[in-house]
């Protein structure tokens, strides 16, 4: 076939070239954006008198044709059409002829991808930000089940402070609330309208920009042609966002992977997130925390790469940009995998309270609350940690823990202790002191669970 930009051209290229330089293996996906913004643009030119009315409302007519074969898998795309966008022009010429040729006036492939890309990003934005609220939710209601269930709360990976599991899965939920505003941040600068701005230095027709702006519903348009073709700012900060997210499930899958080893025992995942092993018949692994916890590598690579690619670009449009397509589309996809899978995994597993409580019995995690206890005693923080340091290494060296020492062994190392030191240093009490903003008690996490469900509604 012949090429449509081939007028300049005295020979054809090489078939591998045309393999090489093709992106139509990945960038077909983006069809539908391709054919809506060529929608609105046929529009555009019909009401500006730079194309005949009859010619753009054929035009308009036929692309929602094409749209509906390849929905309906009529239409096989050709490599040697390079693209999506020659691909669907060639096939416009096939079917109108010269009237499919007016099609790209006014406009470059350059803004015509940028268009492309920021529909589809806008897109799965929305896409994501579903999948995220619906994690939210299940960590939400979860939560809402387990605000008494204690646990160890964890600094350096070993015990520090009892709190219960709710505080735990909150503390994931804040950081996928940050990660949806994250989320609403790009689409709003990748809602911005590219097309108009031609291979680099816009054009002489009398576009009409704010028409395409409003039809194909971005909140404004780009105000510099070479930032216009040239910017994918808007694919590293997805990249950026996506790498983000995909960090907070792999530390909660590190925690998960930890707490069903059976030296935690904290949690057992449904034998529907699980797998076995091919030798050991005792098994049972989880495969799926630990796969998503490995594809956040991949993910991180998309945005390195992404970043690597436009560093030594220089104004305005180049082929290296090309390379941005792959790896947004991996990582997007990557992402929404994950997200299913570990929001169904945390929701199906099977928390171990009495394990859970347990743990907090060893490890003196309630060894800052009793030093809490001697300064309302009146004695200086620094002397109280000193004093309770050397309760603690007395423990140690004889086998037991601060609950199950005699008063008489207390006040061996400091006069100040009485008995309702034994009050202040249970678990129970150690979490429901803890009543400030921000704490683990129960009447705090249950203004928090409040909090949470009114945000969910509102997004």
Known sequence: ?????????????????????????????????????SIAHAAMLGKQGIIPMEDSLLLQKTLKEVLE?????????????????????????????????????????????????????KEEIKNIELLIKELMEVLNNLAKKHTETIMPGYTHLQRAQPI????????????????????????????????????LASTTYPLDRAFVTEQLGFDSYTLNSLDGVSDRDFCIELLSTLSIIM??????????????????????????????SSIMPQKKNPDMAELIRGKTGRVYGYLMGLLTTMKGLPLAYNKDMQEDKEGVFAAIDTLKMCLPVFTAMVDTMEVKKDTM???????????????????????????????????????????????????????????????TVYDAITVEKCVEARNVPGGPSKEYIASLIELNDNYLKTI
């Open 357 to 419: 409580y347990k743990a907090t019995k060893g490890g003196f995690t309630n060894a800052t609350d009793a030093a809490d206890w001697l300064v309302k005693q009146g004695v200086p923080f620094r002397d109280a940690h000193e004093i309770i340091g050397k309760l603690v290494l007395y423990c140690i060296n004889n086998n037991t823990n601060l609950d199950d020492l005699s008063l008489e062994e207390y006040q061996a190392i400091s006069p100040v202790f009485n008995k």
């Open 1 to 37: 076939m012949s090429k449509l930009w081939g007028g300049r051209f005295t020979a054809s290229t090489d078939s591998f070239t045309d393999h090489f330089h093709s992106s139509i293996s990945f960038d077909q996906r983006m069809y539908k954006q391709d054919i809506t913004g």
């Open 69 to 121: 074969d390849i929905d309906n898998g009529k239409i096989s795309f050709d490599e040697k059409a390079e693209d999506i966008h020659m691909n669907i022009e060639t096939i416009l010429i096939e079917r109108i002829g010269d009237v499919g040729k007016r099609l790209h006036t006014g406009r470059s492939r350059n803004d015509q991808v940028a268009l492309d890309i920021r529909m589809y990003v």
């Open 247 to 276: 960090m907070h499930l792999s530390r909660f899958c590190e925690e998960i992977i930890l707490w069903s080893s059976h030296e935690f025992k904290f949690v057992e995942l449904s034998d529907a997130y699980s797998t076995g």
């Open 164 to 199: 219960t599991f709710a505080h735990h899965l909150l503390a994931y939920v804040e950081m996928f609330k940050r990660d949806y505003a994250r989320l609403e941040d790009t689409y709003k600068r990748t809602n911005v309208m590219p097309l108009g701005s031609g291979a």
